[in-house]
């Protein structure tokens, strides 16, 4: 995992940058309350569910669903029906049809992500406590990941790894690293389906270990125990109906020894 948390208060506007992050839930009530709990978010109701704040920063979507679902993290597009069109053209799956502001389209590997037309106003604060950090693409084909969003985004692709012990690859729009691709390794069962991650920032104030513990209060789990790694101290949790995200406190950066890629941890996706 390599981690490149955004410095800005708001997300960049690029093209192919994340500009939102989504959860599906089947109980709004228990939603609001666990993650109020956990990293303070306040709400207000939009019509199609709910907008997380933090202050007046609108940092997280809820959509109303038959059943609790995955957070999706949302890309930038000018042409959300173009996008949706030329994904399934490359090989992509569109999972629900595109209107003129968003799409949700499965990847040639299998992974599910939004694409979504916002206006030059729009706010999503990211970076502070409680709000987006980074989001990564887990596959077994980084291969055709990488190809397939570099044609679909125009991401410029850079493998930091050595392709075999760690193969990550960053995209990159305009000089700006956006996201990251991984190859699941051993570590990963057979059954694990390619997903994103998505990453939420705890301040140093917190930390990552308070914030793991706190799901516990909350009743959550803590499926990756609080790790150091070069990019902070991370865990990974999932919220009190089993959705799984990463927690990351950047501030607690862990250099590594040369030519040490790290150690993969394990599935947090595997009960």
């Not at 985004?153 to 690859?169: A, K, N, P, R």
Request: aromatic share 10%.
């Amino acid at each position: 995992m390599a981690i490149v948390p955004n410095s800005p208060a708001l997300a960049e506007l690029l093209p192919g940058a994340p500009v939102w992050v989504q959860l599906p839930v089947s109980d709004p009530e228990a939603t609001r309350d666990f993650y109020t709990g956990l990293f303070g978010w306040d709400y207000v109701e939009d019509g199609a569910g709910g907008v997380a704040l933090i202050g007046e920063l609108p940092v997280a979507g809820f959509w109303p669903a038959d059943e609790h679902g995955a957070w999706t993290v949302y890309l930038s597009t000018p042409h959300a029906r173009a996008t949706a069109e030329k994904a399934q053209a490359l090989g992509g799956l569109v999972v629900r049809e595109a209107t003129e502001t968003s799409t949700l389209i499965a990847d040639p590997t299998g992974a599910v992500v939004g694409f979504r037309k916002v206006p030059e106003d729009w706010l999503f604060g990211t970076s502070g406590h409680g709000m987006y950090a980074w989001a990564e693409l887990n596959t077994r084909d980084g291969e055709v990941a990488d190809g397939f969003f570099s044609e679909l985004c125009g991401y410029e692709v850079t493998q930091i790894g050595d392709g075999l012990t760690l193969d990550y690859s960053l995209w990159s729009t305009e000089g700006k690293t956006l996201l990251g691709r991984q190859r699941m390794g051993s570590a990963f069962p057979l059954s694990t389906p390619a997903h994103w991650s998505v990453h939420f920032t705890a301040s140093p104030e917190v930390g990552a270990d308070s914030v793991a513990a706190r799901v516990l209060e909350l009743g959550g789990r803590v499926p990756v125990e609080p790790y150091d790694s070069p990019q902070g101290r991370v865990t990974v949790v999932a919220d009190h109906a089993g959705s799984v995200f990463t927690v990351i406190d950047p501030s607690r950066a862990t250099p590594l020894a040369d030519g040490d890629y790290g150690a993969e941890v394990d599935d947090p996706y595997d009960d």
